[in-house]
């Protein structure tokens, strides 16, 4: 089955400074990569999401991820942080059937004024 | 506004008690799961609905049961609650055979057994 991997527990950056979160994944057909945001309190949101084509894909609130296949990795950047990006995100795996998408554990980020 | 709803918000039982959690989407969704999300563990799924009359197991089902009532609700049972079960829960939709993958999430049930 599909994994996910995020090796950082929790993050901190200053405000306005730019942010990458790592996501490494384990899957043996081309995989179906997602990230979510998650507030405090509150379920997960989309930000993006990753099938075919080009690796860099665009998502909500100005985030990116870039899709490497030589590395299994898709991470996401954001060029400058604002302080309302304070959540937890979540990278995600799914296979092509969509019934059993597989999630990291999480990354924490503090966003410091 | 369109979405997944989740009953209740917060629920404590005690050890043995028995509850139903419920799960409703407007979204005209075929398939709906049930998560559920521990300290650094993320989210793990216990039972999943590809379909409306289908149902199949996730990761941790043992001690929980579903019911897909119809195409909109996906309800999750705890017949005997423990307190290994204390978690928050969350209810997902999808429709992957449009193309579009993404999950839409509940804003999570929060249960305590004590």
């Known amino acids: 089955a599909q994994s996910v991997t995020q090796p950082d527990i929790h993050i901190t950056v200053s405000e306005g400074a730019s942010l990458e979160l790592r996501c490494n994944y384990s899957?043996?057909?081309?995989?179906?990569l997602f990230w979510y945001v998650q507030s405090p309190g509150q379920g997960l949101q989309l930000l993006l999401k990753?099938?075919?084509?080009?690796?860099l894909v665009q998502g909500i609130k100005g985030f990116e991820a870039e899709f490497k296949r030589s590395q299994s990795s898709f991470n996401l950047r954001k060029p400058s942080v604002h302080w309302s990006d304070a959540a937890e995100y979540f990278c995600?795996?799914?296979?092509?059937?969509?019934?059993?998408?597989?999630f990291g554990a999480g990354t924490r980020l503090t966003v410091k004024p | 506004n369109a979405g997944v709803t989740q009953t209740p918000k917060f629920q404590v039982l005690k050890t043995g008690q028995s509850m139903t959690l419920q799960c409703a989407q407007d979204m005209n969704h075929n398939s709906m799961y049930w998560y559920r999300q521990d300290p650094g563990m993320g989210l793990r799924l216990i039972y999943y609905?590809?379909?409306?009359?289908?149902?199949d197991k996730g990761e941790v089902p043992n001690g929980y049961n579903v019911s897909r009532l119809n195409k909109r609700e996906f309800s999750l049972r705890l017949e005997s609650a423990a307190p290994s079960q204390t978690s928050v829960y969350f209810c997902a939709s999808s429709e992957y055979l449009s193309g579009d993958y993404g999950y839409t999430f509940g804003s999570g049930t929060r249960l305590t057994v004590v």
């Open positions: 990753y099938f075919s084509g080009d690796t």
């Open positions: 609905s590809a379909s409306e009359g289908t149902t």
């Open positions: 995600a795996v799914g296979a092509g059937n969509n019934n059993d998408m597989r």
């Open positions: 899957y043996g057909a081309t995989p179906y």
